[in-house]
């Protein structure tokens, strides 16, 4: 009984929802209205986008999120999340306690000790890891730069490729005898553009420089600029300090990563290169502004991350002061 | 008649009627100021004052709406979330004084209070091991020490054997704690041979945990490596997975034959 009436029920229901879409006329006795003419249609619209605003706050918390992740610790009684400065007793957890930052040349004393107790390669390179702040003033940036650097004891054992842009034969001769890879003019476009001959390093002579053009495309960072020094009339000057250079690169924007020496030479040396490295890249910045290398890691290829301290590295500072 | 800086003193020094009934009334220090001058007096006798004029206050200051500074003070014991004995912590003013000093968990930081302090930690180094009191970073690396075991793995080079200055780089490496070499006793000494081995390591002088140690034969651990025996173990156990289904497919079809047969008979 109960089941017909419900029947009964969703049956006049049913009636009355299709009496009312109906749209058209309706025959229902109520109304008498005329008939009405609706749109009809035969598209479907795209419903507008308003998940945009929502879609950008969420980038906007996540970005400020990653930013005030920064923590500083310098005036806390005890950094965050660790129990104390420095240690109490003499057997510790190292991750209770801050990170020591060591000197530079305690991390190479220390490195080469790693090298023994590890039974690892005592010809295993060593390499520099730096942490830029690229900060200028009112909002610039320093753009992010690829240099080359004469190493006081270079490490590497292979020359390095020169290619040389001259359409003069004086200049030519010059170039060969000082050891170029490659000489020419505007005939060498087209086989470096086919990916035939290739060089580490490009030099060029100033005139040549708008018939080259071409290839800056194919270069990029490698293309002769007058700032880098391989813009010269002066070539040989440029093929000795291209030839035994090394080149290191700024990579993702403040970070430098490269290789400094190998761990078999002595001590001094190791710190000599580091030394010039150092200066070298704070000199693309005015020293002004404050320290430009904000953290500095040295390690070799088995061992794990030394952070050492660049103030007592770089020399420049102090000794101007004094003077 | 009041004039208004005594009627305010009067309505801030009033309980408000927010606070309950079982919390101390507020007792923070109100700064105020004379409103009217008092004129100097002779030499040698006091100022002298008129209660209408000099009683008269305008506020300088309440302090209870200044930020709450944290007070420091010295642990005497193992405090939860805060450390361990010896320790100089900042906390807030109402924990400090209705529960670490008042249960006697810390004390002042007063000259000798931290002198005191300072004789327990020079001790702790330098005095003998039963004048000492192991400390609770102390007590916490044993417990840590205890559940630890380290796994060497010998290199490929012919000169390789364990000497203490190589097991203190190993437990540096591989577990994370800094052991000074003296604390570690070593009675192997040298190890050249793979095996089971053991080492004692004195936690400041007084706690000593005997540690084991494995020699493993040697094993490429670069990542190119790791990724190859990886994919060697993913394969070897879908080749099992696929014989485990071939069996057990194969035991249902003798399952259903064996129920035929049955039927037939």
Redesign the interface.
């Known amino acids: 009984m109960a089941t017909c009436t419900r029947n009964v029920w969703k049956v006049l229901s049913g009636c009355q929802k299709q009496l009312l879409s109906a749209g058209g006329p309706s025959y229902s006795a109520v109304s008498q209205v005329a008939p009405r003419t609706l749109p009809i249609r035969t598209y479907a619209a795209v419903r507008a986008r308003k998940k945009d605003k929502k879609e950008e706050e969420k980038k906007k918390e996540k970005e400020e999120k990653k930013e005030k992740r920064i923590i500083d610790d310098k005036d806390r ?1 005890k950094p965050f999340g660790k ?2 400065w420095v ?10 306690y801050a990170r020591v930052v060591h000197s530079a040349s305690d991390s190479i004393n220390m490195l080469k000790r ?1 090298q023994k ?4 390669p005592a010809d295993q390179p060593v390499y520099v890891d730096l942490k830029l702040d690229m900060k200028l003033e009112k909002k610039k940036k320093v753009d992010p730069f690829v240099t080359t650097v004469h190493l006081p004891h270079p490490f590497k054992t292979e020359i390095n490729k020169v290619l040389v842009f001259t359409e003069d034969s004086g200049q030519a001769k010059v170039a060969k005898e000082n050891g170029a890879a490659v000489v020419g003019g505007a005939e060498l476009i087209q086989p470096i553009l086919d990916d035939e001959i290739s060089a580490d390093f490009y030099v060029a002579v100033p005139d040549i420089l708008t018939k080259i053009l071409p290839l800056k495309n194919k270069l990029r960072k490698k293309f002769p600029k007058s700032k880098r020094g391989s813009v010269t009339n002066n070539i040989s000057q440029a093929l000795q300090l291209f030839k035994t250079g090394h080149e290191y690169m700024v990579e993702s924007d403040c970070f430098v990563r490269t290789q400094i020496a190998t761990l078999d030479m002595p001590s001094e040396q190791i710190f000599a290169n580091l030394q010039v490295i150092l200066t070298d890249v704070c000199s693309h910045r005015p020293a002004g502004l404050g320290p430009f290398v904000e953290r500095a890691i040295m390690s070799t290829q088995t061992s ?1 991350a030394v952070w050492f301290r660049t103030e007592s590295v770089l020399p420049t500072a102090a000794q101007t002061d004094e003077e | 008649m009041f004039s208004c800086g005594r009627f305010a003193l009067q309505v801030l020094l009033r309980q408000p009627a927010v606070r309950s009934f079982s919390l101390t009334p507020a007792q923070h220090t109100v700064i105020v100021e004379r409103w009217w001058q008092v004129p100097l007096s002779k030499e040698g006798s006091p100022p002298r004052l008129y209660p209408r004029r000099h009683r008269v206050y305008k506020l300088v200051e309440d302090t209870k709406h200044a930020p709450k500074e944290k007070m420091e003070l010295i642990l005497t014991q193992t405090v939860e979330k805060l450390g361990g004995r010896g320790d100089t912590v900042f906390v807030k003013k109402s924990i400090g004084r209705n529960r670490l000093l008042a249960q006697g968990l810390a004390v002042y930081p007063s000259p000798e209070n931290k002198q005191m302090f300072a004789e327990e930690l020079r001790l702790l180094r330098e005095g003998q091991p039963e004048q000492r009191l192991q400390t609770r970073t102390g007590q916490l690396t044993v417990e840590l020490l205890k559940r630890s075991k380290l796994k060497i793995i010998k290199t490929l080079s012919d000169d390789f054997q364990l000497t203490k200055e190589v097991v203190c780089r190993q437990f540096e490496k591989k577990l994370g704690i800094v052991v000074p070499p003296h604390a570690l006793s070593l009675p192997f000494e040298p190890i050249k041979e793979l095996g089971e081995y053991w080492c004692d390591i004195t936690v400041n002088g007084m706690d000593t945990v005997r540690i084991p140690i494995s020699l493993l034969p040697y094993e490429d651990q670069s990542a190119v490596h790791k990724k190859q025996l990886r994919a060697q173990r993913k394969l070897l156990a879908a080749e099992r997975d696929s014989q485990a289904d071939a069996e057990e497919d194969d035991a249902i079809l003798t399952a259903v034959s064996e129920a035929q047969e049955a039927e037939h008979v």
Do not use: G, N, Q, S
């Open positions: 009684p129990t104390a240690p109490v007793d003499d057997v510790y957890v190292k991750r209770f790693f107790l590890d039974f690892a794990e």
